[in-house]
């Protein structure tokens, strides 16, 4: 084999090619053996080289040379002129009481600076972008999805008409056409400016990148930074869908079928927020694929103390993070545990004094507990309990935050006959949800407490005890499927759901309480697998950052973080 070009041979002299490689060339990058340091000296004596052992190569500072003095390099940098200066300029007029200071320590404030620069474009500017972007992409796929659904009610109605009204069902169809390709080009022209951002962006990370790498000073000089450019992010599009309003049978067929709403688009600068640096569940729009295990196996409990003589037992786990996790059950206590240590850091009673029926964490790290007794939805803030929501004539349970720091709430009527779910911003409610579109109720009526959940793709999973399902809706409330259970079941009784939790697969983890496991679904209901690790009546469920999952078992009132994903 031929030594100079095996894959396995060590590095060569640049000049001969042959010799092992042991100087280097700060001056010309070059590499040298030590017979061919004087051949490259010689061969350009015009310039300074500096010849350093291979090992310590670019630890020399290639100094700019002097625009006013050819042969001199600038070691001093001019403070009032912002510009570097040999010392011949220093002893000049031009900068007669100036103050100077030392090249390499405003070269190193600079380096500092564009490396901030370059971890911000890095780690928050560019991601945003590409989370921006991979929004648009959604709602694009959305607005299609809308769109199609828009046509097809159109179409169901046309049927019941007479062959006559074909024509201005087609005509209607053609403006949902047109709208739609409307809003689709101003989506597209909003994603391409902001995939040319984002490529922006990448290019001036790069550049940095091989700034900040090399020793040429000068290079380090030609970097301007640029974040400040892209922190003002941009408009967000806000589409306005129509809306088919059908009308009755009549002789004016025209005036009567119905009609479209007009679609509009609007720009809201405030509608983009930057992603903060701060790991979370929904911290990536493309989460890394994870394969389950064969055997999910327990990596630790944790004993919780439950002061109630008449409710002793556990029934709510929510992960603050992957170190902490807020715990209830009987009594009227909410308590953060530590996960590694196992041991009480906070205990939180209730405003009320009543037991907290679900509890949760907010997207900004806050506990929320519901008081069905007391009607309200309360948030702890720095030990601070506020009520945030007190419907009338309804009483929620279940509740959970939403990537978009909204509230859902499952809520119960005074005479338990009606169960809905309510979208809430703060304290105002923005959605319900409550029937199918056939009119029939989505969710059964139960004096149990029902859980709640928002997964990756957006859907709202219920677990529904009173029907014994896990119900899914999309995020406008129309259903996409009911799950209730697999056949055969560990213990063969029905599935009885209890805590329900999603993670970064957009798997669904439902507690089973009669069967003693969890059940694991993907996002369409289809089964996965069921986890046992010795469950004993499984109810609460929460998942942290790294897709661990904790159990809150109700009679041995404990807490197992079981491992179930590579």
Excluded at 230 to 256: A, W
Excluded at 373 to 387: A, H, L, M, P, Q
Excluded at 489 to 499: L, V
Aim: include cysteine; glycine fraction near 4%; hydrophobic fraction near 30%.
């Amino acid at each position: 084999m031929d030594p100079r070009t095996s894959a396995q041979d060590v590095m060569r002299c640049d000049l001969c090619e042959t010799a092992v490689v042991q100087m280097h060339c700060d001056t010309c990058l070059v590499k040298l053996c030590t017979f061919c340091v004087g051949k490259h000296i010689i061969s350009d004596e015009s310039k300074d080289h500096k010849v350093v052992k291979f090992q310590s190569r670019k630890s020399t500072p290639l100094y700019p040379k002097c625009t006013s003095h050819c042969k001199e390099q600038c070691e001093m940098y001019c403070n009032p002129c912002d510009i570097p200066v040999c010392t011949s300029c220093v002893a000049s007029d031009k900068h007669l009481g100036h103050k100077f200071l030392k090249i390499l320590h405003v070269l190193n404030e600079r380096r500092k600076k564009i490396m901030n620069d370059a971890a911000e474009l890095n780690e928050t500017i560019y991601p945003t972008y590409q989370d921006i972007a991979s929004e648009v992409q959604n709602r694009m796929s959305q607005l299609e999805k809308e769109y199609g659904d828009l046509s097809t009610a159109i179409t169901k109605y046309g049927e019941d008409w007479h062959r006559e009204i074909d024509k201005l069902v087609l005509k209607l169809k053609a403006e949902v056409d047109v709208m739609k390709n409307t809003q689709l080009q101003t989506l597209q022209k909003h994603l391409d400016e902001i995939n040319k951002n984002i490529s922006d962006i990448k290019d001036e990370i790069d550049i940095i990148e091989m700034a900040i790498d090399t020793n040429e000073l000068s290079k380090l000089f030609s970097v301007t930074p640029s974040a400040h450019l892209y922190r003002n992010l941009p408009h967000k599009t806000i589409l306005s869908l129509p809306k088919f309003t059908p009308g009755t049978i009549h002789e004016e067929l025209v005036k009567v079928f119905g009609a479209l709403s007009s679609s509009s688009s609007t720009s809201d600068k405030h509608g983009y927020s930057m992603k903060t640096t701060q790991k979370s569940p929904e911290a990536g729009s493309s989460p890394p694929v994870k394969q389950l295990l064969d055997e999910p196996e327990t990596v630790t409990t944790i004993k919780i103390d439950i002061h109630s003589k008449f409710f002793p037992y556990l029934y709510n786990v929510a992960c603050l993070s992957d170190e902490e996790i807020w715990t209830s059950g009987g009594d009227n206590t909410m308590k953060l545990y530590s996960i590694n240590q196992g041991s009480l850091l906070k205990s939180i009673t209730t405003k009320s004094g009543n037991t907290p029926n679900v509890i949760a964490v907010t997207k900004s790290g806050d506990l929320v507990y519901t008081d069905n007794r007391d009607r309200t939805v309360n948030i702890v803030k720095n030990e601070k309990i506020e009520e945030v929501i007190r419907p009338q004539n309804w009483r929620p349970s279940g509740v959970c935050s939403t990537s978009s720091g909204d509230l859902l709430v499952i809520m119960d009527s005074d005479d338990y006959k009606q169960t809905k779910v309510v979208r809430y911003s703060g304290s105002i409610e923005k959605q319900t949800i409550q029937f199918d579109d056939k009119g029939k109720p989505l969710y059964s009526s139960s004096l149990y407490n029902r859980y709640i959940t928002e997964n990756r793709n957006l859907d709202f999973c219920v677990s529904d005890s009173g029907s014994r399902a896990v119900v899914v809706v999309n995020q406008a409330g129309k259903l996409r499927f009911r799950y209730t259970g697999h056949t055969p079941a560990p213990k063969n009784k029905s599935f009885r759901p209890r805590g329900i939790t999603t993670d970064s697969q957009s798997h669904i983890l439902t507690a089973d309480i009669d069967n003693n496991c969890v059940h694991i679904i993907d996002q369409d209901g289809q089964f996965l697998r069921y986890i046992h690790c010795g469950l004993s009546v499984p109810y609460g469920l929460c998942t942290d950052t790294n897709d661990n999952l904790f159990v809150a078992e109700w009679t041995k009132k404990q807490v197992k973080k079981i491992k179930y994903l590579h």
